[in-house]
T-cell receptor, first 111, second 112 residues
Framework: GQSLEQPSEVTAVEGAIVQINCTYQ??????LSWYQQHDGGAPTFLSY????GLEETGRFSSFLSRSDSYGYLLLQELQMKDSASYFC????????????FGSGTRLLVRP | DVKVTQSSRYLVKRTGEKVFLECVQD?????MFWYRQDPGLGLRLIYF???????EKGDIPEGYSVSREKKERFSLILESASTNQTSMYLC???????????FGAGTRLSVL
C-alpha cells in the first residue's frame, strides 16, 4: 500500500549528526518533503526533494533515492532545540492534492 | 510569509454539541486540508478542498463535515461531538499543484 515508514524514536547528543530514514514501497509520487513539529506546535516545512539527490538547507539536508525506495533527513551540529518530531510526506500521483505523512520520528537531543 | 490561522487554540465541548472549527489562510491557496493528530497515529486527513465549494473525503471523514464558501476559509464541523473526537485538529493550505503544505497552530479539542 501507500505508506511511509520511519523509526519511531531517535536519540542523539548535542553537536552530533543524526539521520532519520523514510522508506516506502511504491515510487509513484511527485517528491518527498520533511516537516518538523515541536511538542504542542504545528508542523512546519523543512525540506523538499523533487528529484533524486541531496538538498541542503543550513544544518539540515534531505536526500531522495527513488531507485532505492528511501529518503532521509540529515541534521548536523545538533542543538537542543532540534528535539522535536520529524515527518516525511509525499504526494502520490494518484491521490490528487493529498499529502501522505509518515508516522513521525521523535528526536531527543541530549546534552 | 504564509499565514494559516485557526480560530481557537483550545476548545472544550460536551458530547452531542455541534462544533465549528474555523481556518483562514491569507496566501490565496487553492487547496485546504483538515487533519487530526493523535499520539501514535500521526496525521490523518479528514477532508480537503481544492476549490471553493469543492470538497473531498480524506481517510477518516466519518462524523465530520466541511464547508468552503470562500477561498480563504475552510470550516470543519462536528455535527454531534463525541468523546472519541477529542484530539488535536490541524488545518493546512497549499497552492494549486503544491507539494508543500502550510499548517495552522492547531486546535486542541476536548469533548467531555
Amino acid at each position: 500500500g501507500q505508506s511511509l515508514e520511519q523509526p519511531s524514536e531517535v536519540t542523539a547528543v548535542e553537536g552530533a549528526i543524526v539521520q532519520i530514514n523514510c522508506t516506502y514501497q511504491t515510487s509513484g509520487f511527485y517528491g518527498l518533503s520533511w516537516y518538523q513539529q515541536h511538542d504542542g506546535g504545528a508542523p512546519t516545512f523543512l525540506s523538499y526533494n523533487g528529484l533524486d539527490g541531496l538538498e541542503e538547507t543550513g544544518r539540515f539536508s534531505s536526500f531522495l533515492s527513488r531507485s532505492d525506495s528511501y529518503g532521509y533527513l540529515l541534521l548536523q551540529e545538533l542543538q537542543m532545540k532540534d528535539s522535536a518530531s520529524y515527518f516525511c510526506a509525499v504526494r502520490w500521483m494518484d491521490s490528487s492534492y493529498k499529502l501522505i505523512f509518515g508516522s513521525g520520528t521523535r528526536l531527543l537531543v541530549r546534552p | 510569509d504564509v499565514k494559516v490561522t485557526q480560530s481557537s487554540r483550545y476548545l472544550v465541548k460536551r458530547t452531542g454539541e455541534k462544533v465549528f472549527l474555523e481556518c483562514v489562510q491569507d496566501m490565496d491557496h487553492e487547496n485546504m486540508f483538515w487533519y487530526r493528530q493523535d499520539p501514535g497515529l500521526g496525521l490523518r486527513l479528514i477532508y480537503f478542498s481544492y476549490d471553493v465549494k469543492m470538497k473531498e473525503k480524506g481517510d477518516i471523514p466519518e462524523g465530520y463535515s466541511v464547508s468552503r464558501e470562500k477561498k480563504e476559509r475552510f470550516s470543519l464541523i462536528l455535527e454531534s461531538a463525541s468523546t472519541n473526537q477529542t484530539s488535536m485538529y490541524l488545518c493546512a493550505s497549499s497552492p494549486g499543484q503544491g507539494n508543500i503544505q502550510y499548517f495552522g497552530a492547531g486546535t486542541r479539542l476536548s469533548v467531555l
